[in-house]
């Protein structure tokens, strides 16, 4: 008999099957894939740690978290720096001096903020957005959102600009400094020697059964156990009884490349609707590689169907509404704790998940 029975080798799991053991209880991690580590899994090719669901890149000022993920792995110094590319030409990420520079030639903050305002003039009219095309216009004008948020974004959605919520843009984060460090966090980096180091860490003396699902073996796996952690797709656990919520898929292609440098950095962006994927990853850059060779992954966005990875919750009303039924029914749960992005149904980075597992297993032990 398990104290714990946990459906998901990902960060949540792990954090939470870490801490429960830690606290003496005993605990069963399962997952359906052939690996731990869930989307932040990384596999070693040619020497090169690949971030094999995407780029993963650990940020926060939480001093608590960051202190807990090293203790496990050293992290290294290595910050997001990405680079846009719109029809050949290369723009820095997020909106800074220099991507102000490279689209307009300005070259201090005031002619730049001077540059927005005049973008901006011609939309001001636009009161209350009715879709992320009024609310980016209207926040950053025609230059801005036409070269680096409208097709990218709708790429990302896999629906026109003028059918996404307006809220997915709240703001644009301007900064009118030479700065291309994307976020703002105190902390960030990535584990020397990839995420599954981390995740192998976490999970170290605790029983693992990898290909196995819990749909297929559900009935022998819950009397195993005293309460379940359920850290996937929330409206599966109930068997879509209110309708399957909406979810962004992502499909991977890699490829080992005879040569040492591809494109100079680890994360560039292809903006353009024209081009199929939405970003190419040089897996090497996260850890200052100098191997030979070098793994390049193509990414492209679409729209979750059965069988797909799902990866993004899609947040709108329509779906928030019938979430809200979900997790009615997962209130009323007496053994069940559900939690990550699938089971809250949310959008959650590296850092949060780990906060919210630490404080979800303070509160159960």
Known sequence: MYDYLIVGAGLFGSVFAHEATKKGKKCLIIDKREHIGGNVYTENVEGINVHKYGAHIFHTSNKEVWDYVNSFVEFNRYTNSPVANYKGKLYNLPFNM?????????????????????????????????????????????????????EYTEKQWGRPATEIPAFIIRRLPFRFTFDNNYFNDTYQGIPIGGYTKLIEKLLEGIEVRLNTDFFENKETLTKQAKTIVYTGMIDQYFNNCFGKLDYRSLQFEHSVLDQENFQGNAVV?????????????????????????????????????????????????????????????????????????????????MHKVIEVALDRINKEI
């Open 98 to 150: 220099n991507t102000f520079y490279q689209l307009w030639g300005v070259k201090t903050p005031d002619e730049a903020r001077k540059k927005i305002e005049e973008q901006r003039a011609e939309f001001l009219h636009i009161t209350e957005p009715k879709n992320l095309e009024e609310q980016a216009l209207v926040l950053g004008g025609r230059d801005i959102y036409e070269k680096l948020i409208k």
């Open 269 to 349: 962006n292809y903006t353009e609707k024209s081009v199929p994927y939405t970003r190419i990853i040089e897996h090497k850059h996260f850890e200052f590689g100098t191997q030979e060779k070098t793994v390049v992954t193509k990414e492209y966005s679409s729209e979750w169907q059965e069988g797909d990875e799902p990866y993004y919750p899609v947040n709108d009303d329509k779906n928030n509404v019938l979430y809200d039924k979900y997790k009615e029914l997962a209130d009323k749960e007496t053994n069940v704790i559900f939690g990550g992005r699938l089971a809250e149904y949310k959008y959650y980075d």
